[in-house]
């Protein structure tokens, strides 16, 4: 359960950090407790997203790998973004991704908050 949390607030704080950083990546809402609430709903889209579908997708998409050497990773974290984003919509969540290049920077900067994080708050099954 533990590791849930700390995933679901790395998750949470990362997506924090891009939105702060990219104004394509908007969240809205009436008030900073629906914002956060919002946030941490996103946040566990995310994750789920992060669960179920990349690996599926890192599999397919092995000889990408070996060929870019790992680069194919930023586009697969776009992606996970803008699916998450489009998820977010569909459950009407007021949080939105603008475009693949902001999904890649943003993409990047979720990555990098969240390892950063992970080094901080590590959690007992790490």
């Known amino acids: 359960m533990r590791h849930f949390l700390v995933k679901t607030i790395v998750n949470a704080a990362a997506l924090a950090v891009a939105i702060w950083l990219l104004k394509d990546i908007t969240l809205t809402g009436d008030g900073t407790g629906h914002k956060a609430l919002t946030l941490v709903l996103v946040a566990l889209v995310f994750g789920v997203v992060n669960a179920v ?21 930023l586009v697969i974290n776009a992606l996970m973004l803008l699916l998450t984003s489009g998820l977010a919509d569909a459950l009407n969540l007021s949080f939105h991704v603008e475009g693949f290049g902001t999904a890649v920077v943003g993409g990047l900067i979720v990555s990098v908050v969240s390892w950063a994080l992970h080094v901080v708050l590590p959690d007992d099954e790490d």
């Open 53 to 73: 579908v990349k690996p599926v997708v890192k599999l397919l998409s092995l000889p990408l790998f070996i060929l870019t050497l790992g680069l194919i990773t």
